[in-house]
């Protein structure tokens, strides 16, 4: 079945406004939409616009918002999902990470929405199969994964289920990038599709190294805030190892690649961390961001993010295998 409605505005529900939804939110605004905004709490959709209000200052103040009011104006909160998915072409689901909790929405979602809608799960580990199988529009649901905070970051993870119609697939994606955002191509489902396990490859690795007193908390961090994370910030693991050998990847992995397949075989994302090591980095952590002032934190790393974007955008660029196109200040007009 296709996509009847894809001229003129596009119009997005996001289902759930916790971190991700409100951000999802704010992205799918910046990016043109009509959003309407639903959450089965109160409380986190006054977070929401709390949320929504910060974000729109720092746009404007970055030059990418031309008045703070346009986010409002173009968010609406609903009190029900019936109102969410009135008229809409897509759906954005981002509720809390609890197969059942997935499973109940999910049914809710398809069973509301017009066929010709697309439903994309924001889930950021559990494989979207496992809460659309028997669903009658199940063809229409995939995966559609963005990295915290999407309003702002512009990879966004996509994955068809088994049963995920073509169609589906390629409206989302071409939707993702009118938006002027980055699809993370994932073929088939796994546990954590690419973009979590590479992290966790990472977080797991880490605290391997600290629980096993190789080092502190703070070399770590250290280790990426000063030096792995500034290359990736505009190179990925790939392009960073070819431009670490004159002659490029193939010499980086094979001039030792005896020593490069011990040091792989060594490495222990699969550390049996216990309570006790996760209080130590927590002891750490929050001697300069104290837990009270977590929400302080997200927006000063939001606004670091974005001057950071806005550098990189006026860079010209070095590898551009999965770029996509610029993002551009956004104006009032549709
Ligand atoms: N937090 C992250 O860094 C991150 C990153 C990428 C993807 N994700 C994914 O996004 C999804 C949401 O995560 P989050 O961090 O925003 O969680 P969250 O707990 O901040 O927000 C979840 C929201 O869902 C709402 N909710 C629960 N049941 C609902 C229902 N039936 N209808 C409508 N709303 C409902 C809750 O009230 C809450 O506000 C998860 O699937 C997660 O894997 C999270």
Same mark, same amino acid.
């Given at each position: ?18 971190? =991700?939804?409100? $951000? ?33 200052? @720092? ?56 066929? $010709? ?11 979207? $199969? ?23 970051? /512009? ?14 697939? @390629? ?8 938006m002027g955002m980055v699809p993370v191509d994932v ?9 979590? /396990? ?15 007193? !190789? ?5 770590? @961090?250290?280790? =990426? ?23 490029? !990847?193939?010499? !980086?992995? %094979? ?6 397949? /011990? %040091? ?19 002891? !750490? ?8 002032? =977590? ?6 790393? @939001?606004?670091?993010?974005? $001057? ?27």
């Open positions: 079945m296709a996509r009847t409605t894809q001229t003129g505005t596009l119009r997005v529900a996001c289902v759930g406004a916790g971190n =991700i939804g409100r $951000s999802w939110a704010i992205a799918y605004a910046m990016g043109g939409a009509e959003v309407r905004l639903f959450d089965i709490s109160e409380a986190a959709l006054a977070r929401a616009w709390t949320f929504i209000d910060a974000a729109a200052d @720092d746009f404007v103040a970055a030059g990418r918002l031309e008045r703070k009011e346009l986010l409002r104006e173009r968010i609406h909160a609903v009190t029900s999902l019936t109102a969410a998915l009135d008229d809409v072409h897509h759906v954005q689901e981002s509720v809390s990470d609890d197969p059942a909790v997935k499973r109940a929405v999910f049914a809710e979602l398809d069973a509301l929405a017009a066929p $010709s809608v697309t439903i994309g799960s924001s889930s950021g580990e559990l494989p979207v $199969s496992k809460f659309t199988e028997g669903l009658p529009g199940a063809g229409r649901c995939l995966l559609v994964h963005p990295v915290n905070p999407p309003h702002i970051l /512009r990879a966004i993870e996509i994955c068809p289920t088994p049963w995920t119609e073509r169609w589906a697939l @390629d409206a989302c994606r071409t939707m993702v990038e009118s073929t088939r489902e796994i546990n954590g599709y690419v973009i979590n /396990r590479l992290q966790y490859a990472l977080i797991g690795e880490a605290l391997h190294l600290v629980g096993e007193g !190789y080092c502190e908390p703070k070399a770590i @961090d250290a280790a =990426i805030k000063h030096g792995l994370g500034l290359r990736w910030a505009f190179l990925g693991p790939f392009e960073t190892s070819h431009l670490n050998a004159t002659q490029g !990847y193939r010499e !980086y992995m %094979l001039t030792d690649e005896a020593g490069a397949r /011990r %040091l792989m075989s060594d490495i222990r994302a699969d550390y049996a961390w216990d309570h006790a090591l996760i209080e130590r980095i927590h002891g !750490y952590l929050i001697q300069a961001m104290r837990s009270e002032d =977590i929400v302080q934190h997200q927006q000063r790393r @939001d606004r670091q993010l974005l $001057s950071l974007m806005q550098h990189l955008q006026e860079q010209p660029q070095l590898a551009a295998a999965v770029d996509g196109p610029e993002t551009k200040p956004v104006r009032g007009e549709r």
